[in-house]
C-alpha cells in the first residue's frame, strides 16, 4: 500500500527546474548575467505604478484583465479579446498543455528548446518529444517529420533560449499549415529584442492554430512581477479562460504591467542599448577565442572547445564575481549563456573570459 497516494503519471519524472545562479557564497558584489533580465531594471513608470497599486491591496483584483489588455491591444495593434494574460509566460504555456495536451497525447518542441515545456508537458500527462536542431536553429522540416496524429502542440521559442538564434516567419507558417491537428505555440519571450518583428502576432491572428506568447519578465525588466500574455484565435482564448484562476494576476501585476507597456520609449532605449552592448560583446569574446552565433536575444551562447574547458569557465568567472548560466540541462554542456548586461558587466565579463583563455593556452603550452 506505499504507493496509495501518488501523482498523476509523468509527474515524477519533472526535473525540478534550475533557475540561474543568483548568489555566489562569500560575496555581496555578485555581476548577475545568468537569468537574461533586463540589467536597467523596469522602466520608472512602471516602478511608480506598483508603489502606487500598494494602496489598494486589501482589494481583489479584477478578474478580466480588460485594462491591461486593451493596453497591450493599443500598443501592438491587436485585438484585446483575443488576449490572455497569466503569471508569466510559463503560466500560458501551463495552460496550453492543461487544456490541449493529456495522456495518449505528444507535446512537440526541439533539443535545445525551453525547459518549461517538457515540463508543463509531463504536468498534463502527455508525452514530451523533442526533435534535432540544425546547428543550434530550429529546423522546421524536423518538427514536421516529427509529428504525429498524437501531436496537440508544437512549442518554438524564437529567438530562441539558449541558443538566441531565430528563424523567418515564412517557415512558421509553413510549420503551422503542415500540422494542422496541433497548436503552434510561438515563444516570443525575446521578440521585443528584435527590430521590426511582430513576434509571430500576425500569423496567430491568421491561422487558427497559431499562438503567441510574450512576457513582462525580459525587455521590459519585471520578472519579479510575474506577468505575460497570450495571442490566440477566439476559440483557444475561450478554452484557456476557462482554466485560468480568476485572480491570478496581482493588483500590483496588473497595474505594473500596463505602466511598463505604454512606456514603449523606454523599450526602444533598451532594445537599442542591448543591441549596441550585444554586438560589442560578441566580437570581444570572438577575439578572445570564445566563438558565438549572432545572438537575436539579449544573451550571447558562448562556445567553447569542450564540456571541460566551458565549466572551467564557469568556475574561474565565479572567482572573479560573475555569475553565467551553464546550459548542459540544454545539451549544449560545451557552451555558458551570457546575458547582455550594461556596458561595465559586458567589458568585465570579456576581460575576465579573456584572461581565463590566456591562463588556458599558458598551462596547455607548459604541459605540451
Ligand atoms: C524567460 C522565458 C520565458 C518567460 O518566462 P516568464 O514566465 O514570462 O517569466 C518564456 N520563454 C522563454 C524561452 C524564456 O526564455
Known sequence: MANAIAP???????????G???????????????????????SEKARDAVIRAAHSLHRYPNTDHASLRQAIGEVHGLDPDRIICG?????????LCQ?????????????????????????????????REHE????????????????RLIFVANPNNPTGTMIGLADLERLARAVPQAILVIDSAYADYVDDYDGGAELAG????????????????????????????????????????????????????????RDQDYITRCRSENARMRAWLAEALAEKGVPSDT???????????????????????QTEGLLVRRVAGYGLPHCLRITVGDEASCRRVAHVIGMFMTERAAAAGAGA
Open 136 to 151: 543550434r536553429v530550429t529546423d522546421i522540416d524536423a518538427l514536421i517529420a516529427g509529428a504525429t496524429e498524437r501531436t
Open 8 to 18: 498523476q503519471p509523468g509527474i515524477m519524472d519533472i526535473a525540478l527546474y534550475q
Open 295 to 317: 545572438s537575436c536575444g539579449n544573451f550571447i551562447l558562448a562556445r567553447f572547445a569542450d564540456t571541460a574547458t566551458a565549466e572551467a569557465c564557469d568556475a574561474y568567472l
Open 99 to 131: 487544456a490541449y495536451a493529456g495522456p495518449e497525447t505528444e507535446v512537440l518542441f526541439t533539443e535545445h528548446g525551453f525547459l518549461m515545456y517538457r515540463i508543463s508537458a509531463l504536468a498534463a500527462g502527455a508525452t514530451p518529444v523533442s526533435v
Open 206 to 261: 491568421r491561422l487558427p492554430n497559431v499562438v503567441m506568447t510574450r512576457t513582462f519578465s525580459k525587455i521590459y525588466g519585471l520578472g519579479g512581477l510575474r506577468v505575460g500574455w497570450g495571442y490566440a484565435p477566439r476559440e483557444i482564448i475561450d478554452v484557456l479562460n476557462r482554466i485560468r484562476g480568476p485572480f491570478n494576476l496581482s493588483n500590483v501585476a496588473l497595474e505594473g504591467a500596463e505602466a511598463a507597456v
Open 20 to 42: 540561474g545562479a543568483a548568489k555566489i557564497a562569500g560575496r555581496t558584489d555578485a555581476i548577475k548575467l545568468s537569468s537574461n533580465e533586463n540589467p536597467f531594471g523596469p
Open 87 to 95: 503569471v508569466g509566460s510559463d503560466e500560458i504555456i501551463h495552460f
